[in-house]
């Protein structure tokens, strides 16, 4: 059988498909392309059913969950980072309230947590990788940086307003502030999805086991960050908790979608359940 994992351009996404992308993992017979595009772009086709399996941001994920089941490894998160607020002048977290906000997508869980952090914002989409620009142009008060924005804004002169990583940590007990995790279509039925699972778990511990060789892969995808800084980004986002959720893993991402039902964010309340 061929299957088609949609995943984002970036380091960390690239760092846990190299044991894919480099062979070593036995795939069983699965024949498994690899197709790469921006968070906002597959949390899109993801409506449509278009990938077997994919990444999404988990706010997406929670409109979702009747077509997709969420795989119990894959997850990108933010423990006590996050997604950040810049903006070109110091302004303290009241410098969201009322601002104009550059933000990478409506469906990005990075947008979910700041109206959660913060209601009363407006906001204009950008590609995430014009966010910085967007704010120095003047085009948007504030940016919302994901991906590699994270560790790059202060070299282009801009100033952070708020981590929303640390306020989630602070306002949870401690809690990871889940981003995006892989979810596979429901359709495939159980004994595939189990193969498919497996071999996508794999993919990640062969990763972490090479370390070395799985930063030099992702590398190519890092957008400009050198070496150091594209270990320190994928340290950031693969990890234990993208091995396995564990208790954590699974309590922030309930937390978040508790949060966001009761303040009317998403359609549903929607239950942490993994497919395999």
Do not use: C
């Not at 142009?137 to 994901?146: F, H, R, S, T, V």
Request: proline share 4%.
């Amino acid at each position: 059988m061929k299957i088609t994992v949609a995943h984002s351009p970036d380091s960390d996404d690239a760092f846990m498909f190299f044991g894919l992308a480099s062979g070593s993992v036995d795939t069983g017979g699965i024949v498994v392309d690899q197709v790469l595009s921006d968070i906002e772009t597959l949390n899109r086709a993801a409506f449509d059913g278009r990938y077997e399996v994919t990444a999404v941001s988990f706010h997406a994920y929670a409109h979702l969950a009747d077509k997709y089941a969420l795989l119990p490894h894959g997850a990108s998160m933010g423990d006590k980072y996050g997604p950040i607020v810049v903006a070109r002048q110091d302004g303290g977290p009241a410098g969201v309230k009322g601002s104009r906000i550059a933000i990478p997508g409506t469906l990005t869980t990075a947008y979910l947590t700041l109206r959660i952090y913060e209601p009363d914002f407006e906001f204009v989409v950008v590609p995430f990788d014009e966010i910085q620009q967007a704010v120095l142009d003047g085009k948007a008060e504030a940016g919302l940086l994901i991906h590699e924005g994270q560790l790059t804004y202060q070299d282009e002169g801009l100033r952070k307003i708020v981590d929303l990583g640390e306020w989630w940590a602070e306002r949870t007990g401690g809690l990871p502030l889940p981003l995006g995790g892989n979810i596979i279509r429901r359709d495939l039925g159980p004994d595939m999805i189990a193969k498919v699972s497996k071999m996508l778990h794999d993919s990640i511990a062969y990763a972490l086991s090479h370390r070395a060789e799985a930063v030099e892969y992702a590398l190519q995808f890092g957008r400009g960050l050198d070496r150091a800084k594209t270990d320190r980004f994928v340290g950031m986002y693969v990890n234990d908790l993208t091995l396995a959720y564990g208790e954590r893993g699974r309590r922030g991402l309930e937390r978040l979608m508790t949060d966001a039902f009761e303040r009317g964010l998403i359609p549903q309340r929607v239950p942490v359940e993994f497919a395999a």
